[in-house]
């Protein structure tokens, strides 16, 4: 086995084993491979200069990472809050231009593309104000803040050409390349059944963020802010802690379902909204006014496929898939994923035959011996394969893919239509737990129905 190299060839190797395999096993660690294309210089000429519009939690992260990206620039930011346009001079330079309106971005004909990282119910309208006015955007997930919003942003996307890449970072993931292989590679056999999970259990995982010290009405526009939600009066927690509520987030849903469905979309090579979801969930233990759910388990149909996703923000529990097929159990987790094939053909004679009298058990057993005994003798040796990586950053890599198309017209994975689809999982998950019944998409109609 090549280190770092986990080739094609090397994988259906692995699968022929496993396909004639008897029980012993063995396990294959593997290195990560470089996808990050960052290190290329770029030349001046090819320097991409992108405004930024939204620095808060997530915001400020893309930004700083975005200008160590060679050939990456950031030219000015946007931020309703004073506060953030401080920071942002704070992490690119003191004199960079800011302003409280991301349209002046818009119309600057020396930013070539924008980042937006704001709140759920804004995506919308920065998404169409910014592909109507010629700009290629990266825009945080979940895409949409409703299905129709979502079917809005595709139909403006589509007319405008412009590149739309959304932030689910695992989209870039080499776990779910690797993942990816393996499934495409058909050593999973008959996919059966997807599971998913991931669990927090503390304050700050429950977004129960401390809203900034100096936040008021004369440092912050409030009004804009709530974009087309009732007013309310101002408050500084519903600014920090807005994916409590569904008149700006998209609950747990599309805070971290939406990077399961993602993951799942890429490494099963899925790019459609689920046929149907259920889900069940309440608020359960974070009662401090929120109206969306803590807990929330939705199941779907990916066509004939079920997807069961669990999320709770009470219970810690690391991020996981197990995608269950009739050759063997893909397990992927945050720093690795580990395959163990499965033979699926009887390796002992029948249990059931303690049932029979002796002779007719010694009988069977006889024959059963000759049968197979030969055959199983001869099956390769079965292994399952562990994949590992050390602490690595994919939004590394999901930014340069992003400013990558920008430069060269290249479509990228996680365009405006996958975005809409995984985030109407979301929204169906949501729908569900509001209805109280099972959903399903229209495709005819593009709305989600009882
Ligand atoms: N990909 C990930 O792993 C990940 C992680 C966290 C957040 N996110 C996503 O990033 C987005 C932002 O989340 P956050 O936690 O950074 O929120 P945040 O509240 O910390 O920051 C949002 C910022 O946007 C600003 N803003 C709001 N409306 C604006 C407008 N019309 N014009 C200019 N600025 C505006 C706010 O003032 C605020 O500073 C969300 O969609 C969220 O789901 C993604």
Redesign the pocket.
């Known amino acids: 086995m090549t280190k770092g190299n986990f080739s094609r060839r090397e994988f259906l190797e692995m699968s022929a084993a496993a396909a004639g395999g008897s029980v012993a096993a063995r396990s294959v660690l593997l290195s990560p491979q470089p996808l990050d294309t960052s290190a290329r210089p770029a030349a001046p000429s090819d320097t991409i200069r992108f405004g930024m519009?939204?620095?808060?939690?997530?915001?400020?992260?893309l930004l700083g990472t975005s200008i160590t990206i060679p050939g990456v620039e950031c030219a000015a930011a946007?931020?309703?809050?004073d506060?953030?346009h401080t920071l942002a001079r704070e992490i690119v330079r003191p004199g960079l231009p800011v302003t409280?309106?991301?349209r002046e971005l818009l119309d600057n004909k020396d930013i070539d593309c924008i980042v937006?990282?704001?709140?759920?119910h804004?995506?919308r309208?920065?998404v169409i104000d910014a592909v109507s006015a010629g700009k290629d955007i990266y825009?945080?997930?979940?895409m949409s803040h409703s299905a129709a919003d979502g079917v809005a942003m595709v139909d403006a996307a589509k007319k405008s050409g412009r590149i739309v890449q959304i932030?689910?970072?695992r989209v870039s993931s080499q776990i779910c390349a690797k993942a990816k292989e393996i499934v495409s590679q058909g050593m999973l056999g008959d996919l059966m059944l997807v599971e998913g999970s991931m669990g927090r259990n503390d304050p700050n995982g429950a977004w129960q963020?401390p809203p900034p010290f100096d936040l008021s009405p004369q440092n912050?526009?409030w009004d804009?802010?709530q974009?087309n939600v009732p007013k309310r009066p101002f408050n500084p927690l519903v600014?920090?802690r807005?994916?409590c509520w569904k008149e700006y987030?998209?609950g747990v849903a599309?805070?971290l379902l939406?990077?399961l469905i993602s993951g799942m979309m890429v490494m099963l090579g899925i790019n459609e909204a689920p046929k149907q979801a259920s889900a069940v969930g309440g608020i359960r233990h974070w009662k401090d006014g929120r109206n969306m759910p803590d807990v929330h388990a939705v199941l779907y149909y990916y066509g004939d496929l079920p997807v069961y996703m669990r999320l709770n923000l009470a219970t810690e529990m690391p991020e996981t898939y197990r995608i269950q097929g009739s050759k063997g159990l893909l397990e992927v987790g945050e720093f690795g994923l580990s395959f163990t094939p499965q033979l699926g053909i009887d390796t002992s004679p029948s249990y059931y035959t303690g049932s029979f009298p002796r002779a007719m058990r010694e009988e069977y057993e006889r024959k059963w011996h000759q049968e197979n005994d030969a055959k199983l003798a001869k099956a390769a040796v079965q292994e399952s394969i562990s994949f590992r990586m050390p602490d690595y950053d994919d939004?590394r890599p999901h930014l340069t893919t992003y400013f990558d198309a920008v430069r060269s017209r290249k479509p990228v994975v996680e365009d405006v239509v996958f975005g809409h689809h995984a985030a109407l999982a979301c929204h169906m998950a949501n729908e569900s737990y509001f209805r109280g019944g099972s959903v399903k998409w229209d495709e005819a109609t593009k709305t989600i129905k009882g």
């Open positions: 519009v939204g620095i808060g939690m997530q915001g400020s992260g946007a931020d309703l809050y506060g953030r409280r309106r991301y937006a990282a704001v709140p759920d804004w995506h309208q920065v825009c945080e997930k979940p932030g689910s970072q963020y912050l526009d804009t802010w974009g600014f920090a807005w994916r987030g998209t599309g805070d939406v990077h939004i």
